[in-house]
């Protein structure tokens, strides 16, 4: 089991930048795939970005490509969401959550999620 722990959400102006953490404890951190999704008022929750147990290998979605990036760092046991050039359409709760294996855009397929943080956008 790993226990998973989500920081660094706020409020920002449009353009700005935000770098989200996600502290792992339990299990070795390195066992397991990691992700981020989102979740916006009525809407279901999205997939964000993902990252291999090396971190080596990284999928984002469309909507996040060329600004966020994914990374994490194994002897911290946190993985990472920098994100750039945000827009209003990113103001969602962020959540990081985990599987062993393998990757998955499908938020079913995952048992570990932290609690969530709040990202804010204003226009």
């Known amino acids: 089991q790993v226990l998973l722990v989500e920081s660094g959400g706020g409020l920002v102006q449009a353009g700005g930048s935000l770098r989200l953490s996600c502290a792992a404890s339990g299990r070795t951190f390195s066992y397991y795939y990691t992700v981020w999704f989102r979740q916006a008022p009525g809407k279901e929750r999205e997939f964000v970005a993902v990252i291999s147990r090396t971190g080596t290998s990284t999928y984002y979605a469309d909507s996040v490509k060329g600004r966020f990036t994914i990374s994490r760092d194994n002897a911290l046991t946190t993985m990472y969401l920098e994100m750039n050039s945000l827009k209003p359409e990113d103001t969602a709760v962020y959540y990081c959550?985990?599987?062993?294996?393998?990757?998955?855009?499908?938020?079913?397929?995952?048992?570990?999620w932290g609690q969530g943080t709040q990202v804010t956008v204003s226009s």
């Open positions: 959550a985990a599987r062993s294996l393998g990757y998955s855009t499908n938020f079913a397929m995952y048992n570990y």
